[in-house]
């Protein structure tokens, strides 16, 4: 996708982006104080704070076997939308979006972790959404492996574990198929009236950890499932640059 | 993938099948005689009873719009499994897993009807795991469909709806890396030992409608997520026309 | 009841049987492959799948006393009756009718049991009707009482236990008073128009084990309640031989 | 069962009765002020507040009928038994039993009520038991049915109704086998050591409304069966008599 | 407030007590037989059964300090008010309601007594409102105290413990701005017509364990403030002389 | 409480400040962009997101009186505090704290709303705890006051409205006795280790809206009472004049 495109006659993204760029990208670490990974990602207009919480001990499905659990639970704050949508907690239970979500998100983390070397210990992951503009799921799982890599790094300074459990860097970003036309990073107006939405977790090193693809009313052709994977893993693998640059910052 | 892979020094796989080969699949239409499509379907010993529920009338958040409304739930008995798993009424909620493939259902289904030509009509659907071997899901779609096909044929023949609401034929199958190999269809001991698991839904002129690809514990390459679609491809071409073998019998 | 009371002028039941004549009411033992018994019963269109799952262990009540445990639950599959009814997981509860009847299985196994005998084991039996056409809480009696059977008597060949703890059969069967007339074992249709409904769990030895009648709309007299307990015993009777026949065939 | 009986060797009641006698039982009306009904029944020491609540409009499932509905809920005070149970508010669901109780009571009451003449309101009974010594359930039905008399009598005193839909009286009482003996109104101590535990409710014209008998590990016999439902029948008529008694001295 | 006040033009309060008087405040010590302490307390038509129930141990996050616990739950019987309200017990969940009022039990009785001398015991107390007309929680607060009083006693008789844990008495009463007048102790007319509704705990002693003064409508100023605790103040030390005459009184 | 009390032997609040000084107060409006008030209070390290949401409609208790509603609901992020706290939605309950905290907020908001001149519009607030250092229900419903009131002034601007229902500006602030002395404001480290914690909530006109006081172990006097009233009279003015501050900077 080449700088002349945007030149063309189809129409703009609403935003102006060309349609191989994502959304600007921010990572605020140490967001809050109490919490051993704690990162605010701002993907555009959607911001998610995802903290990781270090706690001594597994669940008992893993017992004694010396190896950790990465879990991750997701909300998504009332009025973090246009419209506000209800209090999970006040409604008694969790959607099964959200359910959905953080399931992904837990799978997507420990995909690039090794459990072997994070020994008995838990890490819970906390996406919570403060304002959504389409992406949530990606960004959470963008901003928490970056609050996992500062929890995990606090761990191996207090000697809490020895070798480094982290295999590589994991993100995810959203590709649809918007006006006939691939795009990256799906705001939420581009989303909502997308033909095809597929979310696609990628490691660093450019191989897939989860794809889920969705033809939302018109199913969709191998060229363009083609053509969607290449703008992901381009998305990707900027994402796990901006994530690199992040932790290279002094705190 | 040849006949000639098959006879190589490759370990079998469990059930002997070559790795292109779905398991015998077989669809028994009006299974039981209150709904208005029901089938059981055998995708080897994966057994799973789905049915299609007509009611007039339309969930209040489509009301008034002058379109109908598919939906699917999803339910496994106690004892489909290897070890008893608690009932989920009895728990007073459904797990994530099962909101998750609920919610795959459903989306699959609505990908291939005309919803303005159903009119105001919700089709539930109901899917029933007596006995689980891998694949339910998968199998759940494919039988889906057949009872969705019968229902709404029986709602043509009495005048319910007067033009045909479904686009095409909707079949879902999984594929994965097993022993290192892309394989088709896999059973319950494959799918425990996999490496990738991907569950691929198509329609039957060949498109995509979802695909939900995880890496169980390895990231997978792009080529060997090309080698998985072009199985899944295979595979939901066959079911295709093993959905429409069954339809041609009669009652 | 005589054969010359058929050819009066009462009004014939709806499926043309005698008065006092069962529904053809068949066994498919192994009916699923997974639980240590699993049986599918018919009763006329009630159709119930009924598994006996064996597990190490019981409740926190019992430990300690080397005794053992026989537990039921029960589950009407949403489309098993005319009209659809709610799936209890998606509701997140059990309605009071499923609690009523998954304790009344359990009582009526466990007082043909010898706890002491079937030592720190736990055998939960799952009902699960998926075609209900009247009767199914005493179709799932008389067919758990079939799959404990062979549960318990794999539990004697692998050596878990050395004696039988099972004393006796147990069935159920519904009598009630249908047009003025006290008849056996309900359909739907009977069981919705009956002023009276019985449900009556006998020992194969002609023994009571539980009695549930209710009055619908009429209470009912001494005499017709000697009737009905007549009709029942010569049900029950019946149906203990069936389950020794279904027992006697090779599996 | 004559006088002689108690005067030989067969060990005495825990409270000296003879094998026919009922508890003393008391009912006071206008226990509480604001209920339609409201009744403090007292069976020896279970002691049940039943009051009866009159509402205009019918459930749903009634609407447009004409017709009014008669229900009961039942509840437990957490202290009203030797040892604290679990609050059902705090645990968030109501029991089994309590549920399997409440429809019993409901069923009973309306046995004895023309729908038809109570017109499209909804009498509302709540049994809450302070104090249970054995035969809440039975102790409900009876004290309830006093309440629905009171808050009837209030209605046609109103000019809500006009002709009393109030066919006839209703009241319950246990029976039971214990130290081998059929035995009248059993008390906690005996009901706790007893064979077999039947509740029957009756009419004041000595018929059936319902029987609930349960061999607790025993099967029982014909003849057993016989004797408690003549013990039954005694107690109830009994109780048919006390609860006129009471109706009969002034407010 | 003097006798004065009562003969001037004011509009008298609903019941014609002074502004200053207590509502005929009652305690029936042993009101049910099972429990350790079991008070009936009648403030005025308010009536609220209060048990104090003893048992060993304590909830985990206390196991192992040799300390004990007062804990406390409220209920309201579904017909204690003039309109029915629904069963918590049925609909699933506490309100918010009840669940402020029996934290603020639980801590009122707790900040009178020393939990190091009641040792790993914990005592729960449950209030059930059998009639309620204003005042309930106050009514619960001040009979609680009597049980628990009772219920401690008898653990220092049986040897349970040896010093006493009770270290003063606590009450509690309602105060108002009623028809622009402070009055004291109201009842349901004048709570619900009230401007300023305070609650005030006090111990024996004359200080303060809780005050939760509320603004129904319009804000209420430090001179009203004054006025109310100077009521609330003469009210619990009456109160609190009501309480040591009925533990005065031979059981 | 003069500046020479700083300077005496006591020791030092544990932030350093006198005992008369509030934390460092921020609100940060238009924090978010879809609610029509929201902003983000910080006092101290506790920081809460206060969002109002403008919906049309009342709830049905309210309908047809031309009156509006405001409400409030309160969340605390997971690891809002030092240890991770459980996710209310997927404990699937609010704690008592939760609701007790949620009501506190709603009725001090209205009773500073005329909600006559609100019409039919329901405003609900969303005060959602990213960090919790102490106070965090007093910082709710100071920075809900100030989303509240952007979201009223933009319904006067649309024409919504047309009269302004605020009557007065309302907020809250916590006072506590912590070493023996009377302090404003606790924070999370003085909270847990005071005496007394008392939240009030005044108008700006300096009256009372709420107190809620509560002795942490032991009661306290009447001159306790005094010292922590005109403390907190004094905080609150002061958090008023800081809402002003917020309201007249240009957004």
Do not use: H
């Amino acid at each position: 996708m080449t700088e002349a495109n945007r030149t063309q006659t189809y129409p703009a993204r609403p935003d102006g982006r060309s349609d191989d760029a994502l959304r600007p990208t921010v990572f605020v670490r140490r967001y809050t104080k109490y919490a051993e990974g704690s990162v605010l990602v701002c993907a555009g207009d959607t911001k998610v704070i995802c903290t990781a919480s270090v706690e001594a001990g597994v669940p008992p499905f893993l017992r004694g076997r010396g190896e950790g659990w990465v879990t991750a639970e997701y909300g998504l704050l009332p009025r973090a939308t246009g419209t506000r949508c209800d209090r999970e907690a006040a409604r008694g239970k969790q959607t099964g979006r959200t359910q959905e979500i953080q399931r992904l998100i837990g799978r997507s983390l420990r995909a690039v972790v090794d459990r072997k070397k994070l020994g008995e210990f838990t890490i819970k992951i906390d996406c919570d959404v403060i304002q959504a503009d389409g992406g949530t799921r990606c960004a959470s799982i963008t901003g928490a492996w970056v609050a996992l890599r500062d929890a995990v790094t606090g761990m191996l300074e207090k000697g809490d574990i020895t070798e480094d459990p982290i295999l590589a860097q994991v993100s995810a970003v959203s590709v649809g198929v918007s006006n006939g036309r691939p795009v990256l990073d799906l705001n939420y107006v581009e989303d909502s009236s997308s033909d095809t939405d597929m979310n696609v977790v990628m490691t660093s090193e450019g191989k897939f950890v989860e794809i889920q693809g969705t033809a939302e009313g018109v199913p969709f052709s191998e060229e363009e499932l083609a053509a969607l994977l290449a703008l992901a893993k381009r998305g990707n693998l900027e994402l796990a640059r901006l994530q690199r640059e992040a932790l290279a910052a002094p705190l």
